[in-house]
Nanobody
Framework: QVHLVESGGGLVQAGGSLRLSCEVS????????MGWYRQAPGNQRELAAT???????KYADSVKDRFTISTDNAKRTVYLQMNSLKLEDTAVYYC??????????WGQGTQVTVSS
């Protein structure tokens, strides 16, 4: 059974930084892409950043140049370095893994709160 465990969320002042981690456990045959999504209260879940198995990276316009997604394949972990955080970055952040044949897995989410 596949599990995604996120960590690194918390409370930070505007302008600060946080690093989220998502560790994958269980058997996955081949990962097609890994990513971070976020959901603010009253909003739909939206993409923050994704990285494909070939290294192609995509960022939401709202986080471009502030967030960096990366992976450590040996540790089966995907990271999201978030710098210059803004109040509007406040959300629950979810890790998502998609296997090549389409199976999708989500983490339980980690809260990020940015204060003024």
């Amino acid at each position: 059974q596949v599990h995604l465990v996120e960590s690194g969320g918390g409370l930070v002042q505007a302008g600060g930084s946080l690093r989220l981690s998502c560790e994958v456990s269980g058997y996955i045959s081949h990962i097609d892409n890994m990513g971070w999504y976020r959901q603010a209260p009253g909003n739909q879940r939206e993409l923050a950043a994704t990285i494909s198995a070939t290294g192609r990276i995509k960022y939401a316009d709202s986080v471009k140049d502030r967030f960096t997604i990366s992976t450590d394949n040996a540790k089966r972990t995907v990271y999201l370095q978030m710098n210059s955080l803004k109040l509007e970055d406040t959300a629950v952040y979810y890790c998502k893994i998609v296997e090549t044949w389409g199976a999708t897995y989500w983490g339980q989410g980690t809260q990020v709160t940015v204060s003024s």
